[in-house]
């Protein structure tokens, strides 16, 4: 099993940045391949950005490429997403997630941490 739990949510005001990370417990973090998604109220969980194991690739969805950064420290068992430029479409919870087999669904999910971002 692995256990994730997030930090760092909060409420800023449009255009500026907020930083959420994940730390992780359970498994050897070197070998998950760890994922942000968020879920709006009253929309469907999305996809926001993903890591490689060894953090070397990342992959983004289209409508934060640019403004948020994936990161994962191994030597912390931590995932973290920067925030820039933050909109108010960008309101959700945000859920980090784990998975060992890049082809495969994730299979760990944190509780999540609120992020709000004000006009």
């Known amino acids: 099993q692995v256990q994730l739990v997030e930090s760092g949510g909060g409420l800023v005001q449009a255009g500026g940045s907020l930083r959420v990370s994940c730390t992780a417990s359970?498994?050897?973090?070197?070998?998950?391949?760890m994922a942000w998604f968020r879920q709006a109220p009253g929309k469907e969980r999305e996809f926001v950005a993903s890591i490689n194991k060894i953090g070397t690739y990342t992959y983004y969805t289209n409508s934060v490429k640019g403004r948020f950064t994936i990161s994962k420290d191994n030597a912390k068992n931590t995932v973290s997403l920067q925030m820039n430029n933050l909109k108010p479409e960008d309101t959700a919870v945000y859920h980090c997630a784990a998975t060992e087999n890049s082809n495969s669904a994730y299979d760990y999910w944190g509780q999540g941490t609120r992020v709000t971002v004000s006009s």
């Open positions: 359970g498994r050897t973090f070197s070998r998950l391949h």
